[in-house]
């Protein structure tokens, strides 16, 4: 009982995996911290995104058909969503690029920033309602409270990992690249706004 129980914080975290992979806002904000600070000081970003990732999922688990209804050929979502990715994008292209941000900067509003920034990425909430969806036609959902919380569990570790792993590339790429460092949020801006056109192209 407790090995099939397991099952669901693998389930959690492959999920959470294929989810958090793609370039997004809390992605690319974590690398942009990991290159001008360090990579510990990014992590309090991760922490925060994971917490919505978290709320995310049981979301989709709990009112899943019901956020299906009122999102499903919602025009005001699926534009809100493109208009988010190209503001972030521009904003980015636009913003000034220090070679370093103070530490104590960076930290102080670090878990909020990262709350946030997955909270306005519209394309999580909707990943998790498809991954439920599909998990529930295979019949994978959580059906107790113990596998509830693999569950979790899965989806925060995961979550964090794939983070960390965005800051650990981005710092040991921009090390060996001068031109790379110099031009990141450039590089940043022109991630989003393709994400954004991919998004258009989408419609």
Do not use: C
């Not at 290159?35 to 990014?42: A, E, G, H, L, T």
């Not at 988010?84 to 900067?105: C, H, Q, R, T």
């Not at 529930?136 to 794939?162: H, I, R």
């Amino acid at each position: 009982m407790i090995s099939h129980s397991i099952l669901f914080l693998l389930i959690g975290a492959l999920a959470t995996t294929i989810g958090a992979v793609p370039f997004g806002l809390v992605n690319l904000s974590v690398a942009d911290v990991a290159i001008k600070v360090n990579i510990r000081k990014s992590l309090p970003i991760a922490f925060g995104a994971a917490i919505i990732e978290i709320l995310f999922a049981v979301t989709a688990l709990l009112a899943g058909s019901l956020l299906n209804n009122l999102i499903e050929g919602n025009s005001t979502v699926k534009y809100g969503v493109l208009a988010i990715l190209l503001f972030s994008g521009v904003f980015f292209w636009f913003k000034k690029n220090k070679a370093e941000i103070s530490e104590n900067k960076s930290i102080s509003n670090g878990f909020l920033k990262g709350a946030v920034l997955n909270l306005i990425s519209i394309q999580v909430l909707l990943f998790w309602m498809v991954a439920i969806a599909f998990l529930s036609v295979k019949n994978l959902v959580p059906a107790s409270a113990l596998q509830m919380l693999l569950f979790v569990v899965g989806v925060w570790l995961a979550k964090v990992a794939v983070l960390w792993g965005y800051a650990i590339l981005a710092r040991k790429v921009t090390e060996k690249s001068a031109i790379l460092s110099a031009n990141i949020n450039r590089i940043i801006g022109a991630l989003l706004i393709l994400a954004a056109v991919f998004q258009f192209i989408k419609f």
